[in-house]
């Protein structure tokens, strides 16, 4: 008896051929943009005032009047009709997963119901809009009987076009003002950075006006055939493999990473390309990643909420195109045991509008004294704030990627490398007059150490910190690659931000006592210098001893994800969030409720779907196999007698008993982890139920898994049902 499903699939998927893509007739930047209501359409569509008070909007934060409202509306629909839209819908980040969006046609009656009907796309509609959305998380913000959360347009994102519909990006907020969803605190989290950095920067140039952060995300996920992928239950309904032997062959060679990028899947990155492209996302590079079937995508960066919105969107592009050519996406941390997961390195800096790279040594020694203001604040904020920079990162799924048994651990330092690390000592040692050179009356130099202008020398540079300088920009490499990036935004340029105004505050205080502002600055970042030290490493962050000396540093090792989460509603943290005006207490705790929920929601699917996979696939499986190593004994005893086929089944019976011990030890578990489910089912708490899956679910899945994946070895290949591993991580 074969396994027809899975032989199929296997047969089907090597026969796979590449699609072509051919590539646009017109050169990238003649299309770019083309499905955006960019400022170039914006132009052509809206008169020359409503232009101008629409950018006011944009780049000055300006509030929308409702005539300029109408008027933008006007034009958008214009524009979209030209393109063959008929829908409209805002596009939002609820606390779940991805985005949502509720499409509305453009159609009314033109006069009284049935009079004929005319397009209609008001300022009102393009504005606000109320999704019944009572079945998104808030976190018993809004409960059920007062359902209305509503959509407001964020101007600073453009509106685009997918298919018929006009996507208009939005915040999604409770009635009573809370943020239901990503994109409102970090518009928050960015203005704030802006407002504390732009402050800062007048200690040294009193001309900049606004300070931008800027977001440079590199998106790793794998490819499975879509037949393949079919034929596992577990990533259908997980996005992972619950279960499956590591194959022979995997990642040891290395030989994928940077390898020929195979046919069929370089015409699905082509694709992609060329969508992303009509979107305005400016993808930059694509390469094979260390894991066989692992690829990566990445943009040149750009400000922090267009560039998150065009994360969100390539995502779902990347899995619309993925169907086309036979594959699914997985955006899973950790699809497969064994190997490499996936993550979604966050490149992050700010810059001013004079143009100047805060994170950029720079070419003069003024613009030098600028960047390690920004440096040690910067490590002072990830010092101070780190259980909330890893709660930012959390999930389930990234669970798997840190703190688990594999490295990196779940513990968060920063890496500065040799050449910064040394100036930051000598200024420890310096005094002020070595320290800060006053070049005339007002302008300040770095006077101490000499930061060499090219920093970006690959040697130095270190893989395993989860927070890396990388010569221009930090490295937030925690992220999780089906992650929504606002999280760990939020939280960096929040915990940035009341750091920043917590250090002018400070130099302030010295300086309205007295002292020079000369002084004042180098006083307070040699504090800095000496109080954040625990947060540096430049070590192997993937080693056991890492773990011991980050202990002894007294830095925040915690692993269990629901406790993580605690850091949010930390006194401190709450503080620091409403400091800053990004985040309220009671937002914050609704938040938490939210990410239990998730938490426990995803494991309980995953448990369900290991103990069906178990009782339904490799326990059956395992039993044939069982019987007919049996009927096999039984027919040697009539063959040959009973001592001749004792001595020749020998081997049968010892495979029939490790099958045996195999199939008990798993109906056993899964019994047991059934009832752990029941028991956390009942607790009330989320953040209670959350602990309890933790705790007692989770530690199922790993002996269930062994004992399984030792039946994958003992049973005949022929009668095995789902794809084995060589063959999801092989066929492409
Ligand atoms: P890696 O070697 O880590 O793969 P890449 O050169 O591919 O690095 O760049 C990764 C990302 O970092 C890209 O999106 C790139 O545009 C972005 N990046 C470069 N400089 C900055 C910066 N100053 N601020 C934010 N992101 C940046
Ligand atoms: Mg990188």
């Given at each position: 008896m074969s396994s027809s499903l899975r032989f199929q699939m296997v047969g089907d998927a090597f026969k796979k051929q590449a699609i072509a893509v051919a590539a646009p007739a017109a050169a990238t930047s003649d299309y770019y943009g083309k499905y955006v209501f960019d400022r170039k359409q914006m132009s052509k569509y809206l008169s020359k005032e409503t232009m101008k008070a629409l950018l006011k909007v944009i780049d000055q934060g300006e509030k929308l009047d409702r005539a300029i409202a109408n008027e933008v509306a006007a034009g958008m629909k214009a524009w979209a009709m030209e393109m063959g839209v008929t829908h409209y819908t805002h596009w939002f980040q609820p606390l779940t997963d991805g985005t949502a969006e509720k499409h509305d046609s453009f159609i009314e009656y033109a006069g009284a119901p049935g009079s004929g009907i005319i397009e209609e796309f008001s300022g009102k509609l393009l504005a606000q809009q109320e999704p019944d959305?009572?079945?998104?998380?808030?976190g018993g913000i809004r409960s059920t009987f007062e359902a209305r959360g509503y959509s407001a347009w964020d101007p600073s994102s453009p509106a685009f076009i997918v298919d018929d519909t006009l996507c208009i990006p939005t915040v999604f907020i409770s009635y009573t003002g809370e943020a239901l969803d990503y994109k409102t605190p970090l518009l928050k989290a960015l203005n704030a950075v802006d407002e504390a950095a732009t402050a800062v920067c007048h200690y040294f140039d009193p001309s900049v006006k606004k300070v931008y952060s800027y977001l440079g995300w590199e998106q790793e996920y794998f490819l499975v055939d879509d037949g393949l992928y079919a034929a596992r239950p577990d990533l259908l309904s997980t996005g992972r493999t619950l279960l499956g032997h590591a194959s022979?062959?995997?990642?040891?060679?290395?030989?994928?990473?940077?390898g020929a990028i195979p046919a069929r899947v370089q015409s699905f990155m082509k694709e992609v390309e060329y969508e992303g492209y009509k979107y305005g996302i400016p993808l930059k590079t694509r390469h094979n990643e260390v894991a066989p079937n692992q690829f990566e995508l990445a943009p040149i960066f750009g400000e922090t909420n267009l560039a998150n919105d065009h994360n969100l969107l390539i995502m779902s592009i990347m899995q619309r195109v993925a169907r086309k050519h036979g594959f699914r996406v997985l955006l899973h941390e950790?699809?497969?045991?064994g190997i490499n997961g996936s993550g979604k390195h966050n490149n992050w800096s700010l810059g001013t509008d004079t143009g100047v790279g805060l994170l950029t040594p720079g070419k003069n020694p003024q613009e030098n004294l600028q960047f390690v203001t920004f440096l040690v604040n910067i490590l002072m904020a990830v010092y101070k704030y780190s259980p909330l920079l890893k709660a930012s990162i959390m999930s389930a799924g990234n669970a798997h990627r840190l703190g688990a048994n594999e490295a990196p651990p779940a513990i968060i330092s920063a890496f500065l490398g040799s050449q910064i690390s040394n100036v930051l000592d000598k200024l420890e040692n310096a005094t002020a007059e070595e320290a800060i050179v006053m070049e005339d009356k007002k302008r300040m130099t770095l006077g101490v150490a000499k930061i060499p202008e090219v920093l970006l020398d690959n040697t130095d540079r270190n893989r395993t910190s989860p927070f890396a300088f990388t010569g221009n920009r930090f490295e937030f490499?925690?992220?999780?690659?089906?992650?929504?990036c606002a999280a760990a935004m939020i939280a960096l340029n929040s915990a940035v931000a009341a750091q920043l105004k917590e250090f002018k505050a400070t130099v302030d205080a010295k300086i309205q006592a007295g002292a020079s502002t000369q002084t004042a600055i180098f006083e307070v970042i040699k504090q800095y210098i000496k109080e954040s030290k625990p947060i540096r490493f430049d070590g192997n962050g993937y080693s056991d001893e890492w773990k011991t000396e980050a202990a002894a540093r007294g830095l925040d090792c915690e692993t269990s994800v629901p406790l993580i989460y605690d850091a949010y509603t930390k006194p401190e943290i709450v503080k620091m969030f409403e400091s800053v005006g990004v985040l309220s207490e009671r937002e914050l705790h609704a938040r938490n409720e939210v990410k239990w929920e998730i938490y426990t929601k995803k494991l309980q699917i995953e448990a369900r779907v290991l103990g069906d996979l178990a009782l339904n696939h490799i326990i059956p499986v395992a039993t044939r196999y069982q019987s007919m190593l049996l009927d096999n004994v039984c027919k040697m005893q009539t063959a040959f007698g009973k001592e001749k086929a004792a001595e020749l089944t020998v081997t049968d019976r010892t495979i029939i008993e490790e099958l045996s011990m195999h199939i008990s030890v798993i109906k056993t578990k899964v019994e047991e982890m059934v009832a752990a489910r029941k028991v956390a089912n009942k607790i009330e708490s989320e953040r209670e139920k959350a602990i309890a899956y933790h705790d007692t679910v989770i530690p199922f899945f790993d002996v269930i898994r062994y004992h399984a994946d030792k039946l994958e070895l003992l049973v005949d290949d022929s009668m095995w049902d789902m794809p084995k591993y060589r063959e999801l991580l092989f066929i492409r």
């Open positions: 959305a009572s079945s998104f998380p808030s022979a062959k995997n990642q040891q060679l290395e030989d994928h990473y940077f950790k699809p497969f045991a490499r925690a992220v999780g690659s089906s992650a929504n």
